[in-house]
């Protein structure tokens, strides 16, 4: 069993020969661009991007490897300060695996989300988490990680930063917002993008259950029940749905 990378560089060009061919600017990506996804009847990645899943990993928790790397670049970008106050805003599974990996760096995280259900989760998985509604506007970090998947997430977690603060942008979303501008330039704030992180220290973290997202896991069906399922994502307050292959 092999959990795949989704990025496809051509290993040739500039960005890939300067160590960057997660931005090649002729790769193809699982799903998204020249690429079947996995609900193709076929796909096809190279060797280089397959990664095994050891033995002693349960299947359930391997699908996290993708998210939980990019969770994990987040403190491959920024310097972790000691006793520095973070905010994360969304408790989805990205938020929650962020939150989790600040936890075993010792950062004092804070996570804010507006679902009443996603804040009792992440309360249960042992973490600081609030509702949104709770955070008071004069309430501020000097790390903000914007995992919300709303284009208003970014003018939210700038309202909360300290000058000369970080916010770290882990969402995409298709419609764009209207950004100040002002604001980061006044406040000397410091803005990084982050996207996809390697696979290797994901997978070992998984392995040894330093993390553990499966209590993440809303449901799973079988691939016969892939409506089902889909349908069942949709609701509110779900988190990871999966769809089992009757020969996994």
């Known amino acids: ?30 799903g998204i661009s020249g690429r079947n996804g996995v609900f193709a009847e076929y796909l096809v990645l190279p060797e280089s991007n397959l990664h095994e899943i050891p033995d002693d990993l349960s299947l359930p928790s391997a699908v996290f ?3 939980l790397a990019a969770a994990n670049e987040i403190f491959e970008q920024v310097s972790v300060v000691p006793d520095q106050p973070w905010f994360i805003f969304g408790a989805g599974k990205l938020g929650l695996l962020v939150a989790l990996v600040a936890r075993i760096r010792n950062i004092h995280a804070v996570t804010f989300d507006p679902d009443p259900e996603k804040v009792g989760l992440a309360t249960r998985l042992g973490l600081h988490a609030r509702l949104l509604t709770d955070l008071a506007p004069d309430e501020k ?3 903000c990680v914007d995992c919300t ?17 970080c916010l770290v942008l882990k969402t995409t979303v298709a419609e764009t917002a209207k950004i100040d501008l ?7 704030i410091q803005v990084i993008g982050s996207r996809c992180g390697a696979f290797a220290p994901a997978l070992e973290m998984l392995r040894t259950k330093v993390i553990n997202p499966e209590p993440m896991i809303s449901g799973i069906y079988p691939l016969e029940e892939w409506k089902e399922a889909f ?15 009757e020969d996994n």
């Open 65 to 67: 490897t993708e998210p």
């Open 149 to 165: 998947g709303d284009p208003l997430g970014f003018s939210l977690a700038l309202q909360h930063l300290y000058p000369k603060g």
């Open 231 to 245: 349908d069942f994502a949709r609701k509110k307050g779900i988190m990871k749905v999966l769809i089992k292959h």
């Open 141 to 143: 970090a000097e790390l």
């Open 182 to 188: 002002n604001q980061i330039v006044i406040h000397e």
């Open 1 to 30: 069993m092999v959990v795949g990378e989704i990025n496809c560089p051509c290993h040739a060009c500039y960005l890939c020969r300067t160590g960057r061919p997660r931005h090649c600017p002729s790769r193809t990506v699982l």
